[in-house]
């Protein structure tokens, strides 16, 4: 009975104090029904440096601030600083809208940014939007915590900290800790640079490319890059001051051993006539570091003491690291150039693509090559950009130009092995689907067979059948288009040991990104499902009733550019779990925000290898 009195004057007490407000350095806090509180400026026109605090009492009972109130601090014209606390969770609609001087903010690690979505003209504007002057933006352990990234400027396109997501990558800013490697450090602040100096622009001839980004200007700017790199690395890292202890002087070598902290051991001289005096006057001797770069961390390369004036020497200074070695990430000039090569050709296929020439990405250069050769794997490879009578399915092309090095270098598949079509007409994929049959019956069945698919694809809109669209039919004549079910009908009776299919294609009447194929009615159809067959594992780029994107940034199919995008990774070293997780994961992220739009990739996969197809590896 006696704890069911307390509990209740403890409710009581609580009730009491809901709803009521204190101001405590300019900011209102406020205590919400479910006992945590809320932030907000109380005089916006005076707030200038701010600090959140973590808890605050209400009659002598302590909370957590978690929340940032919605329009909490709008409009606060002279607000410089600001710091949040790790018990904020919660940053609502417009908090920090139009604080035009806002220069620094300390963010939590993790909390969620509410996104405003009103229909004024700001739909999806992250919560600083306005902020003219926000440059430096922290997390409190974690650099860049990726909801600052991906939510909270989210089309905050006014603001300079948007424009450093944008040139830094903002997947190479997510994740990153305070306190990184240089190599990190450097590329993060570089390799963007550097890559795109030294690919090859639209206007250029081969001749001229070579002219100009050769060996010697691409030295020369990694240094220049690399010293710019390693004075903001220091500058970031290096502490202003460091501390240490004195350890027993040694009189046989003299000097004294320093326990710098954290930092290591240093060892200063000092002439034995002058130990004792120096000892007894340690409190006052100022120690005085050199920074540098050792073991890909900042360390302490060296250390002078001044003592009222009289510097003592180090015994020793440690050798700096290259600090040119980051460029070891940076794509080659020798993958450049075969990159170059591979565009220039059109491989012995008459149909292959000649559009324009697209900027290679990352993936497209650096393809990672394993020596091990996969003799029983084969690739058919359908790659339907150039349509005759529909219009085209950008990059289409070049996805499976690049998926075919892949398969080649890092899958370790045989040339002889790899069927490549481009711009594949009814007759080609009939060919190729014939190939491929005569190739299991002479192995009798010991293969594994790789799938990929990249153009459009239709729906009946009688029976919802799904089919492959073909470069030279329209879609009004489906016995020209090739049935989805009958190609997983043939894949399946393979009889191979795995049979992988990758489509980036959808099946709703969509063109690649946004509009209707001219032979669709106009509304998008969720087409029939198809059940996998035999030991088949298929990876769709989109859910039956969505549309498949591209990735204009990368020149490719969204769903492509993720499957290149692990393997080149991965280096191939990865189970099919591990890639349909991934390439699911980043497409559905990518597009709802480059998009607007949501695109779920779709994984089926047979009966027959329903316990064990996660675990399956992919070379």
Same mark, same amino acid.
Not at 208 to 218: C, D, K, P
Not at 428 to 436: G, H, N, P, T
Not at 457 to 480: C, F, H, K, M, V
């Given at each position: 009975?006696?704890?069911?009195?307390?509990?209740?004057?403890?409710?009581?007490?609580?009730?009491?104090?809901?709803?009521?407000?204190?101001?405590?350095?300019?900011?209102?806090?406020?205590?919400?029904?479910?006992?945590?509180?809320?932030?907000?400026?109380?005089?916006?026109?005076?707030?200038?440096?701010?600090?959140?605090?973590?808890?605050?009492?209400?009659?002598?009972?302590?909370?957590?601030?978690?929340?940032?109130?919605?329009?909490?601090?709008?409009?606060?014209?002279?607000?410089?600083?600001?710091?949040?606390?790790?018990?904020?969770?919660?940053?609502?609609?417009?908090?920090?809208?139009?604080?035009?001087?806002?220069?620094?903010?300390?963010?939590?690690?993790?909390?969620?940014?509410?996104?405003?979505?009103?229909?004024?003209?700001?739909?999806?504007?992250?919560?600083?939007?306005?902020?003219?002057?926000?440059?430096?933006?922290?997390?409190?352990?974690?650099?860049?915590?990726?909801?600052?990234?991906?939510?909270?400027?989210?089309?905050?396109?006014?603001?300079?900290?948007?424009?450093?997501?944008?040139?830094?990558?903002?997947?190479?800013?997510?994740?990153?800790?305070?306190?990184?490697?240089?190599?990190?450090?450097?590329?993060?602040?570089?390799?963007?640079?550097?890559?795109?100096?030294?690919?090859?622009?639209?206007?250029?001839?081969?001749?001229?490319?070579?002219?100009?980004?050769?060996?010697?200007?691409?030295?020369?700017?990694?240094?220049?890059?690399?010293?710019?790199?390693?004075?903001?690395?220091?500058?970031?890292?290096?502490?202003?001051?460091?501390?240490?202890?004195?350890?027993?002087?040694?009189?046989?070598?003299?000097?004294?051993?320093?326990?710098?902290?954290?930092?290591?051991?240093?060892?200063?001289?000092?002439?034995?006539?002058?130990?004792?005096?120096?000892?007894?006057?340690?409190?006052?001797?100022?120690?005085?570091?050199?920074?540098?770069?050792?073991?890909?961390?900042?360390?302490?390369?060296?250390?002078?003491?001044?003592?009222?004036?009289?510097?003592?020497?180090?015994?020793?200074?440690?050798?700096?690291?290259?600090?040119?070695?980051?460029?070891?990430?940076?794509?080659?000039?020798?993958?450049?150039?075969?990159?170059?090569?591979?565009?220039?050709?059109?491989?012995?296929?008459?149909?292959?693509?000649?559009?324009?020439?697209?900027?290679?990405?990352?993936?497209?250069?650096?393809?990672?090559?394993?020596?091990?050769?996969?003799?029983?794997?084969?690739?058919?490879?359908?790659?339907?950009?150039?349509?005759?009578?529909?219009?085209?399915?950008?990059?289409?092309?070049?996805?499976?130009?690049?998926?075919?090095?892949?398969?080649?270098?890092?899958?370790?598949?045989?040339?002889?092995?790899?069927?490549?079509?481009?711009?594949?007409?009814?007759?080609?994929?009939?060919?190729?689907?014939?190939?491929?049959?005569?190739?299991?019956?002479?192995?009798?069945?010991?293969?594994?067979?790789?799938?990929?698919?990249?153009?459009?694809?239709?729906?009946?809109?009688?029976?919802?059948?799904?089919?492959?669209? /073909?470069?030279?039919?329209?879609?009004?004549? #489906?016995?020209?288009? $090739?049935? =989805?079910? *009958? +190609?997983?009908?043939?894949? %399946? @009776?393979?009889?191979?040991?795995?049979?992988?299919?990758?489509?980036?294609?959808?099946?709703?009447?969509?063109?690649?990104?946004?509009?209707?194929?001219?032979?669709?009615?106009?509304?998008?159809?969720?087409?029939?499902?198809?059940?996998?067959?035999?030991?088949?594992?298929?990876?769709?780029?989109?859910?039956?009733?969505?549309?498949?994107? /591209?990735?204009?940034?990368?020149?490719?199919? #969204?769903?492509?550019? $993720?499957? =290149?995008? *692990? +393997?080149?990774?991965?280096? %191939? @070293?990865?189970?099919?779990?591990?890639?349909?997780?991934?390439?699911?994961?980043?497409?559905?992220?990518?597009?709802?925000?480059?998009?607007?739009?949501?695109?779920?990739?779709?994984?089926?996969?047979?009966?027959?290898?329903?316990?064990?197809?996660?675990?399956?590896?992919?070379?």
């Amino acid at each position: 009975m006696y704890k069911t009195v307390v509990f209740i004057l403890i409710l009581l007490i609580g009730n009491n104090a809901l709803g009521k407000s204190i101001i405590i350095n300019n900011i209102k806090y406020t205590l919400l029904e479910d006992q945590t509180v809320c932030c907000s400026a109380a005089n916006k026109s005076n707030l200038k440096n701010a600090i959140i605090l973590q808890t605050v009492s209400f009659d002598n009972f302590i909370y957590d601030v978690t929340i940032i109130g919605e329009s909490g601090f709008m409009n606060c014209k002279n607000l410089k600083s600001i710091i949040l606390p790790n018990s904020i969770n919660e940053i609502r609609e417009r908090a920090f809208w139009n604080c035009e001087n806002l220069e620094k903010i300390v963010m939590p690690d993790d909390a969620q940014a509410k996104i405003y979505s009103g229909n004024f003209g700001y739909g999806l504007a992250g919560i600083f939007k306005g902020c003219r002057k926000l440059t430096d933006v922290r997390g409190q352990t974690i650099l860049y915590p990726r909801y600052v990234i991906y939510d909270a400027f989210r089309e905050c396109k006014d603001t300079p900290f948007y424009a450093i997501i944008q040139e830094r990558g903002a997947t190479n800013m997510v994740g990153m800790k305070m306190k990184r490697n240089f190599t990190d450090f450097a590329s993060s602040l570089s390799k963007k640079t550097i890559e795109d100096w030294q690919k090859r622009k639209d206007y250029e001839t081969i001749a001229q490319w070579e002219g100009r980004v050769s060996e010697t200007n691409r030295r020369k700017m990694i240094e220049e890059a690399a010293a710019k790199a390693h004075e903001e690395y220091l500058s970031l890292y290096a502490p202003s001051v460091i501390s240490g202890s004195l350890e027993c002087y040694n009189k046989d070598f003299g000097f004294f051993p320093v326990n710098l902290d954290t930092w290591g051991m240093a060892y200063v001289k000092v002439p034995e006539n002058e130990a004792t005096i120096f000892e007894n006057s340690w409190n006052e001797v100022k120690i005085i570091p050199t920074f540098g770069v050792v073991d890909d961390e900042i360390a302490v390369l060296s250390c002078r003491f001044d003592l009222n004036g009289k510097i003592y020497e180090p015994v020793r200074e440690y050798e700096e690291d290259d600090i040119t070695l980051f460029a070891r990430y940076i794509t080659s000039l020798a993958s450049l150039r075969e990159y170059e090569e591979m565009m220039a050709s059109n491989s012995g296929n008459i149909n292959q693509p000649v559009r324009e020439r697209y900027a290679p990405d990352e993936v497209d250069i650096n393809i990672p090559e394993n020596e091990t050769k996969k003799t029983n794997t084969f690739a058919v490879i359908i790659g339907n950009e150039d349509y005759q009578r529909v219009a085209p399915v950008d990059y289409a092309g070049n996805d499976a130009r690049i998926f075919e090095k892949y398969c080649e270098k890092t899958l370790g598949i045989p040339q002889k092995n790899i069927r490549t079509y481009y711009n594949a007409t009814y007759g080609d994929i009939v060919a190729a689907m014939e190939d491929l049959t005569h190739i299991a019956e002479a192995y009798k069945g010991d293969i594994d067979v790789i799938f990929y698919y990249a153009g459009h694809g239709l729906p009946d809109e009688s029976n919802r059948n799904a089919y492959l669209l /073909p470069i030279d039919a329209t879609g009004t004549q #489906l016995e020209a288009c $090739y049935p =989805l079910d *009958k +190609l997983y009908g043939q894949l %399946g @009776d393979l009889r191979a040991n795995s049979v992988v299919a990758f489509l980036d294609a959808c099946f709703t009447g969509s063109l690649r990104g946004d509009g209707m194929l001219a032979s669709a009615r106009g509304i998008k159809l969720k087409p029939k499902e198809i059940d996998a067959m035999g030991n088949m594992i298929v990876m769709s780029a989109a859910s039956s009733d969505q549309s498949a994107y /591209p990735f204009h940034e990368k020149n490719h199919g #969204l769903f492509t550019y $993720y499957l =290149l995008k *692990k +393997l080149n990774e991965s280096r %191939g @070293d990865i189970t099919l779990g591990e890639l349909a997780d991934f390439i699911s994961n980043e497409v559905a992220k990518t597009s709802i925000v480059e998009n607007k739009k949501p695109q779920t990739p779709n994984i089926k996969w047979s009966m027959n290898v329903n316990d064990t197809w996660r675990e399956l590896p992919i070379r």
